[in-house]
C-alpha cells in the first residue's frame, strides 16, 4: 500500500491561466474523490468515479473544472481560466468501494495559488 | 441535505486534560460515521470509526460513540498529550460512499 499520491505539491499560477492536477489512488480501490479544502475549514466535496465512470459531482464545481479517469486508474483534475478564489488545497482519496461505507484515504494534497 | 455540525475551536488543554470534541449530525438513513485527524504539515488520517447506532469507534486512546437519539458522535479522549495538537474533523458518509466533513476543531495540547 503506497497510499495516494498526488502531483504537484505545489502550483502557483497567475489569474486566467489553466492548471492540472493529478492524483494516483491505491491501486486496489474503485472509487476516487476529490475534495477543496481552504483555511480553517473542512473539505469540500467536488465529484467523485467509480472505476472510469463520474457518477457525481458537486454544484461547487463550475464549468471551469473538469475531472476525469480514464481506464480507471489515476485521476486529473483541470481548472480553467483561474480566478483567485480558486486559491485552495485540492485533495484526492480512494476507497475500496462497494456497499458497505469505507474510509476514505486521502493523500497529501495539492495546494493552488492564484496570483 | 447532509451536515455535519463541530464544536469551533481552537481548544486549547494541558497536558494530560480530558478532551471532549461535540459533533452533531444532520442525515437522511443511516450514515457512517468518523473522525479523521490532520496533523500540522500532514494529510487526513482516518481516527476512528462507528457504522451503526451504539457503536463505539477507538483509536490511539480516543473514543467516539454513534448516538442515533441525539445524532452525535462526540470525540473524547481521557489524557490529552502534545502530540494530540492537531486539527480533528468529524465527517458522515451515506450514499455513494462520499464523505461530508464539518468545518473542523484545532486542539492545542501545552505541556
Known amino acids: 500500500d503506497t497510499g495516494v499520491s498526488q502531483n504537484p505539491r505545489h502550483k502557483i499560477t497567475k489569474r486566467g491561466q489553466n492548471v492540472t492536477f493529478r492524483c494516483d489512488p491505491i491501486?486496489?480501490?474503485?472509487?476516487l474523490y476529490w475534495y477543496r479544502q481552504t483555511l480553517g475549514q473542512g473539505p469540500e466535496f467536488l465529484t467523485y468515479f467509480q472505476n472510469e465512470a463520474q457518477l457525481e459531482k458537486s454544484r461547487l464545481l463550475s464549468d471551469r473544472f473538469s475531472a476525469e479517469r480514464p481506464k480507471g486508474s489515476f485521476s486529473t483534475l483541470e481548472i480553467q481560466r483561474t480566478e483567485q478564489g480558486d486559491s485552495a488545497m485540492y485533495l484526492c482519496?480512494?476507497?475500496?468501494?462497494?456497499?458497505?461505507?469505507?474510509?476514505?484515504?486521502f493523500g497529501n494534497g495539492t495546494r493552488l495559488t492564484v496570483t | 441535505g447532509d451536515s455535519v455540525t463541530q464544536m469551533e475551536g481552537p481548544v486549547t488543554l494541558s497536558e494530560e486534560a480530558f478532551l471532549t470534541i461535540n459533533c452533531t449530525y444532520t442525515a437522511t438513513g443511516y450514515p457512517s460515521l468518523f473522525w479523521y485527524v490532520q496533523y500540522p504539515g500532514e494529510g487526513l488520517q482516518l481516527l476512528l470509526k462507528?457504522?451503526?447506532?451504539?457503536d463505539k469507534g477507538s483509536n490511539k486512546g480516543f473514543e467516539a460513540t454513534y448516538r442515533k437519539e441525539t445524532t452525535s458522535f462526540h470525540l473524547e479522549k481521557g489524557s490529552v498529550q502534545v502530540s494530540d495538537s492537531a486539527v480533528y474533523f468529524c465527517a458522515l458518509g451515506n450514499q455513494g460512499g462520499k464523505l461530508i466533513f464539518g468545518q473542523g476543531t484545532e486542539l492545542s495540547v501545552k505541556p
Open positions: 491501486s486496489e480501490h474503485n472509487r
Open positions: 482519496a480512494s476507497s475500496p468501494g462497494g456497499r458497505v461505507v469505507s474510509p476514505l484515504h
Open positions: 462507528a457504522t451503526k447506532a451504539d
